[in-house]
């Protein structure tokens, strides 16, 4: 691996949120050990990159705090200051591909379950999401003309119907979801045009079998870009896999990298679940230190 092939993007403002079910301590062990890696600090877009993907009323409503939400996604007095955050730390990930090969946006609250205005059944925010922090980086690099075709791979326990909904019918842009067999979203995950979606048990062979399929249909698409929404709760120490006796080991994620980083693509690595934080940190840091 090249030296300089590795960048990490964090920011103190995403802790600040509160939500019991996606606590800012998912985070903090991977901080504190930034001794260990190169990182950057998340820069301070303007707000109207949130405009890139969701609705002036939604971004409103959030930001006002009178937007109703689901349970286990509240909105608090930081929730608008850190969603932003983590938007801005996923674009600023993504405009770091002019340097590096690979960049990793260590933020929170996650984005994948957010679509237009919210959920895509309900128009409300739900599953731990606000705004869909890999949405607004992928739409910001084809504006700013940064990439004109990006693939994105979501490789989140649960399926990332919030991604595939903003893009869909998008011929700039390709999304593969490999998730879990969960009950969360409500919403039947499928395949149709530039949306592929594939649900199987979470176990190391099937996984890599599965993710190999997909990295030939990424080859195949020729994207500038391959935007990774990357989540942890596919590990089989994190509360979702490991409930339902399925889950990764942390060497599969290094495999993981390693398959990636040989398609020679520059990628954008956005931090969606994963609620085990010693996992967290040893995940990174078996990559990041290398």
Known sequence: MEKNSLITVISEECLKHENPYEPSSRLIPIYES???FEYKEAKEYEEQILNLVHSKKYIQGIKDMRIDSSSDTPIN????NSALWAARGAVTAAELLDEYKHSFALIRPPGHHASFSGSVIYQIPWGFCYFNNI???T???IKNKKADRIAILDMDFHYGEGTQS???DNDNVRCFSIHGRTHFPPVKAFSAGNLKSFTIPIESTIYIKTLK???EEILEFKPDRIGIS???DTHKRDM???SIGEGLETKDYYNIFNLIDKLDIGCYWILEGGYNAQVIKEVFLNILSE
């Open 135 to 137: 949405a607004i980086a």
């Open 139 to 141: 739409k910001y690099l």
């Open 230 to 232: 990357i989540g942890l």
């Open 34 to 36: 930034r001794n260990r």
């Open 77 to 80: 007095l930081h929730t608008y």
């Open 213 to 215: 399929k997909v990295l």
């Open 240 to 242: 979702f896999a490991g």
């Open 166 to 168: 903003i893009f869909k």
